[in-house]
């Protein structure tokens, strides 16, 4: 399947952004039924996401609720991957930042 142009599919950004170890991991948890694009139920790991899209999983023992900020090329290091989303909290806010 081809992606059209500015997508990727849900199980390639979870990898690509280092949310999950292995692509086969990311499919597993799309098709599990536990993710959420935009709030509907996904249960296919061709599911897309573009800039904007508002993701939420469970992982490792909690919800995660991340905004897409960028579309992946490649699966680069941590430091680049954290750059493709922005933490949100449940409920659609983002966190306050720290206050020294």
Do not use: N
Not at 63 to 72: D, F, N, S, Y
């Amino acid at each position: 399947m081809t992606e059209r142009p500015g997508t990727i599919r849900v199980d390639r950004f979870l990898w690509f952004a280092r949310l999950v170890k292995t692509r086969s991991a990311a499919q597993d948890m799309a098709e599990a039924g536990t993710l959420r694009i935009d709030g509907r139920r996904i249960e296919r790991s061709s599911a897309v996401v573009r800039i904007g899209s508002i993701l939420a999983f469970p992982l490792r023992g909690q919800v995660r609720v991340l905004r897409v900020e960028a579309l992946p090329q490649r699966r680069g290091p941590a430091s680049e991957a954290a750059t493709l989303y922005q933490e949100l909290l449940p409920g659609g806010h983002a966190p306050a930042p720290c206050e020294d």
